[in-house]
């Protein structure tokens, strides 16, 4: 397994050298003889379990929902539309508050002990969702995983960020990403494979009880991982930030770079004004803006509602039960190709061209999948021409929008209030998710199919967005960002 998770996260830049000799503060003395590179593939992997745990609470929702449906007698909870709605947008608004109250603590504490509480709060809360013995509980227990997931989705790409160098960002970060969708992949086939396999009362409780495996990974993996470098600089460490960086860097010289820069930003933080003022300027409210569109654009691409309800779309077109759980791990293969690519594209084309190409698709995509549940009979065909729209939606979603939207997060907002603005950003992000969660099986059963033409006319909105406001951040260090940002807004 180890040796597999090394090929996907290794990038051909990723070539071992012979360690830094110097070592760092007390905490970092058991990765003193580990090299550069090896060092940064182990905090990728270590952050990213948070990406899988997240990928794996999102996925497993969708296998779990049709026997969750079930009468209590048959092992499920008896939900309608309405409950079914809300089971799984509590999670999403769990998630909503976790992206902003991480914000705040990663900034204070630190990224790197944020990770440790959250993965607690994974492990807690997956236990309450296998448990539950009601539908009030299974929506305070998915709540509490939502703050996990949605500290996560704050956290760790910011981490990531931190310790990878500018050449290295965007692939690096992209990783994050690609857990997600392999955990979600990983929910639809133990979904599909236990549904074939195990027929006992209450199924959904063990596919659920699984999400608490990521959260013990990422607890004990936290003890193996420097604290962010950058986080240390914000906070006037500098010896230690560079001893951490040395260990990050193959050249010296390129540590000593980093930390230069860092020192130069600080000087300059010294005479701008405190975080608070920072807060009121117009060019940081514009980020903060910018970013809020961004999650508003990711979400009602209504990518969630596939995510969350494919299995019931399926059968809705005459689809059985474990027929609809096997195709929906289409969507999970087809994400995670499509964020190998993304990883690629990423490196070679601009964060704008990227999403305009994705967003033009989703359009094109969502129109179709529309037109065929309203115009073509209810037969077999059907189920297979709205599955492969389904599968080229997500093609371009998973390769063009979210690796870009999670890497603009990581980008797009100033070191003094980074972790405050991305949790912003992200809860925002998060609660339009919710509203999608929330309000798609209930449209889907009092407007029907045209729903989806409602998705394609947003997101037109949304490509006019993109192409008016967003700069692009390529090729920059995250202080060059910073710098070009306020001086173009």
Not at 81 to 89: D, K, L, N, R, V
Not at 123 to 136: F, K, Q, V
Not at 296 to 318: C, D, E, H, R, S
Not at 324 to 329: P, R, Y
Request: proline residues 4%.
């Amino acid at each position: 397994m180890y040796v597999l998770a090394r090929r996907w996260f290794q990038a051909k830049d990723f070539r071992f050298m012979s360690s830094s000799s110097t070592t760092a503060a007390a905490d970092t003395q058991g990765r003193q003889n580990a090299s550069p590179n090896r060092l940064i593939f182990i905090s990728v992997l270590v952050a990213t379990m948070g990406a899988l745990a997240f990928g794996y609470d999102t996925g497993i929702i969708a296998g779990a929902l049709p026997f969750m449906t079930l009468p209590a007698d048959q092992g499920g909870l008896g939900l309608n539309a309405y409950s079914e709605g809300m089971i799984t947008a509590s999670l999403i608004v769990g998630a909503a508050f976790g992206s902003l109250a991480s914000g705040y603590i990663s900034d204070r504490f630190g990224r790197r002990l944020t990770l440790r509480l959250l993965s607690v709060l994974f492990i807690a809360g997956a236990l309450g969702t296998a448990i539950a013995p009601s539908i009030p509980f299974m929506v305070a227990a998915r709540f509490l995983l939502g703050i996990a997931v949605g500290g996560g989705s704050a956290t760790v790409p910011v981490f990531i960020a931190e310790i990878a160098g500018p050449s290295r960002r965007a692939r690096l970060v992209s990783r994050n990403e690609l857990m997600i969708v392999s955990g979600q992949l990983l929910a639809y086939v133990l979904s599909a494979v236990m549904a074939a396999l195990l027929h006992t009362p209450g199924i959904w409780r063990y596919m659920l009880a699984i999400a608490m495996v990521p959260g013990v990974l990422l607890l004990i993996g936290t003890f193996f991982v420097p604290p962010s470098p950058r986080w240390l600089a914000s906070k006037g460490r500098f010896d230690e930030a560079q001893d951490v960086l040395e260990q990050l860097r193959s050249n010296k010289n390129d540590a000593q770079r980093e930390v230069d820069e860092m020192k130069a930003q600080d000087e300059q933080a010294r005479n701008r004004p405190k975080a608070k003022e920072l807060l009121r300027q117009r060019w940081v409210i514009k980020l903060l803006l910018i970013g809020i569109g961004l999650g508003f654009t990711a979400q009602l691409t209504g990518v969630n509602a596939f995510m969350y309800y494919t299995p019931i779309i399926l059968k809705n077109t005459g689809m059985g039960t474990n027929a609809a759980l096997t195709a929906t791990i289409g969507n999970g293969v087809v994400s995670v190709i499509a964020t190998l690519l993304g990883i690629w594209a990423i490196g070679r084309y601009g964060r704008r061209h990227l999403l305009m190409t994705g967003l033009v698709m989703v359009i094109l995509m969502q129109a179709a999948l529309g037109c065929v549940l309203q115009f073509m009979p209810q037969n077999l065909t059907q189920s297979y021409t709205a599955l492969a729209c389904i599968l080229v939606f997500l093609l371009f979603m998973q390769m063009c929008i979210s690796p870009v939207y999670w890497l603009l997060m990581s980008e797009l907002f100033p070191m003094q209030v980074r972790g405050l603005l991305t949790g912003t950003a992200v809860s925002m992000q998060w609660l339009f998710n919710a509203s999608v969660a929330f309000t798609f099986p209930i449209a889907v059963d009092t407007i029907g199919n045209p729903t989806f033409f409602i998705f394609a006319a947003i997101n037109v909105g949304s490509l006019i967005f993109v192409f008016l406001c967003l700069p692009e951040t390529k090729g920059k260090s995250l202080e060059q960002i910073e710098k070009h940002l306020k001086k173009e807004l």
